[in-house]
Protein backbone atom coordinates (compact mmCIF):
# COMPACT_ATOMS: atom_id res chain seq x y z
CA UNK A 1 0.00 0.00 0.00
CA UNK A 2 1.65 3.32 -0.71
CA UNK A 3 2.26 6.24 2.00
CA UNK A 4 -0.03 8.91 2.08
CA UNK A 5 1.94 12.42 3.14
CA UNK A 6 -0.57 15.19 4.75
CA UNK A 7 2.17 18.16 5.23
CA UNK A 8 0.07 19.98 3.20
CA UNK A 9 -3.27 19.51 4.34
CA UNK A 10 -1.96 18.73 7.65
CA UNK A 11 -0.35 21.86 8.24
CA UNK A 12 -3.30 24.01 6.13
CA UNK A 13 -6.15 22.35 8.97
CA UNK A 14 -3.84 23.41 11.48
CA UNK A 15 -3.84 26.78 10.15
CA UNK A 16 -7.09 27.10 9.66
CA UNK A 17 -7.95 26.01 13.63
CA UNK A 18 -5.63 28.55 14.37
CA UNK A 19 -7.21 31.52 12.46
CA UNK A 20 -10.37 30.70 14.57
CA UNK A 21 -8.80 31.36 17.44
CA UNK A 22 -7.29 34.59 16.90
CA UNK A 23 -7.87 36.67 20.17
CA UNK A 24 -8.05 33.77 22.51
CA UNK A 25 -6.06 34.15 25.61
CA UNK A 26 -2.30 32.51 26.32
CA UNK A 27 -1.98 28.83 24.24
CA UNK A 28 -5.38 28.97 22.69
CA UNK A 29 -4.81 31.54 20.21
CA UNK A 30 -0.96 30.02 19.86
CA UNK A 31 -0.75 26.11 20.42
CA UNK A 32 -2.91 24.07 18.46
CA UNK A 33 -3.68 20.94 20.93
CA UNK A 34 -5.09 24.06 23.07
CA UNK A 35 -6.71 26.06 20.07
CA UNK A 36 -8.28 23.31 18.73
CA UNK A 37 -10.22 22.10 22.08
CA UNK A 38 -11.02 26.25 22.55
CA UNK A 39 -12.40 26.47 19.42
CA UNK A 40 -14.60 23.41 19.67
CA UNK A 41 -16.05 24.75 23.41
CA UNK A 42 -16.38 27.97 21.03
CA UNK A 43 -18.90 26.51 18.93
CA UNK A 44 -21.20 24.28 21.28
CA UNK A 45 -21.34 27.93 23.00
CA UNK A 46 -22.09 29.19 19.35
CA UNK A 47 -24.61 26.73 18.90
CA UNK A 48 -26.47 27.02 22.32
CA UNK A 49 -26.76 30.83 22.21
CA UNK A 50 -28.09 31.46 18.62
CA UNK A 51 -30.86 29.50 20.60
CA UNK A 52 -30.88 31.40 23.66
CA UNK A 53 -30.88 35.19 22.44
CA UNK A 54 -34.43 34.01 20.83
CA UNK A 55 -35.62 33.83 24.17
CA UNK A 56 -33.70 36.39 26.07
CA UNK A 57 -35.33 38.79 23.56
CA UNK A 58 -38.73 37.98 23.62
CA UNK A 59 -37.92 38.14 27.61
CA UNK A 60 -37.27 41.66 27.50
CA UNK A 61 -39.75 42.21 24.67
CA UNK A 62 -42.54 41.16 27.58
CA UNK A 63 -41.09 43.23 30.14
CA UNK A 64 -40.87 46.08 28.17
CA UNK A 65 -44.52 46.01 27.05
CA UNK A 66 -45.59 45.05 30.50
CA UNK A 67 -43.87 48.14 31.71
CA UNK A 68 -45.47 50.43 29.21
CA UNK A 69 -49.19 48.27 29.65
CA UNK A 70 -49.17 49.03 33.50
CA UNK A 71 -48.37 52.83 32.96
CA UNK A 72 -52.28 52.67 31.12
CA UNK A 73 -53.69 50.49 33.23
CA UNK A 74 -53.30 47.08 31.64
CA UNK A 75 -51.11 44.16 32.98
CA UNK A 76 -49.34 42.19 30.31
CA UNK A 77 -51.82 40.04 30.31
CA UNK A 78 -55.11 42.06 30.07
CA UNK A 79 -53.64 43.86 27.15
CA UNK A 80 -51.89 40.80 25.05
CA UNK A 81 -55.83 39.52 25.81
CA UNK A 82 -57.57 42.65 24.89
CA UNK A 83 -55.33 42.84 21.37
CA UNK A 84 -56.23 39.55 20.86
CA UNK A 85 -59.74 40.21 21.14
CA UNK A 86 -59.40 43.78 19.47
CA UNK A 87 -58.08 41.49 16.34
CA UNK A 88 -54.89 43.51 16.42
CA UNK A 89 -52.45 41.08 15.06
CA UNK A 90 -48.32 42.92 15.82
CA UNK A 91 -46.05 40.75 17.64
CA UNK A 92 -43.87 41.01 20.65
CA UNK A 93 -41.20 42.65 19.11
CA UNK A 94 -42.97 45.68 17.46
CA UNK A 95 -45.00 46.11 20.60
CA UNK A 96 -41.88 46.68 22.26
CA UNK A 97 -40.41 49.07 19.71
CA UNK A 98 -43.64 50.90 20.18
CA UNK A 99 -43.61 51.48 23.73
CA UNK A 100 -40.09 52.63 24.31
CA UNK A 101 -40.25 54.78 20.70
CA UNK A 102 -43.50 55.79 20.19
CA UNK A 103 -45.60 56.15 23.35
CA UNK A 104 -48.40 57.61 21.98
CA UNK A 105 -49.47 54.92 19.75
CA UNK A 106 -49.23 52.27 22.09
CA UNK A 107 -51.37 54.67 24.08
CA UNK A 108 -53.67 53.74 21.39
CA UNK A 109 -53.35 50.33 20.95
CA UNK A 110 -53.73 50.04 24.92
CA UNK A 111 -57.12 51.65 24.50
CA UNK A 112 -58.15 49.24 21.51
CA UNK A 113 -57.38 46.34 24.29
CA UNK A 114 -58.94 47.71 27.21
CA UNK A 115 -62.19 48.49 24.59
CA UNK A 116 -62.20 45.04 23.46
CA UNK A 117 -61.74 43.64 26.60
CA UNK A 118 -65.41 45.21 27.92
CA UNK A 119 -66.79 44.26 24.94
CA UNK A 120 -66.01 41.00 25.48
Excluded at 82 to 107: C, E, N, P, S
Amino acid sequence: MSRVKRSLHARKKRRATLELARGYRGDASRHYRAAKQAVLKADQYRYRDRRNRKRDFRRLWIVRINAAARLHGLSYSELMHGLHLAGVQLDRKILADLAVHDADTFRRFADRAREALAAG
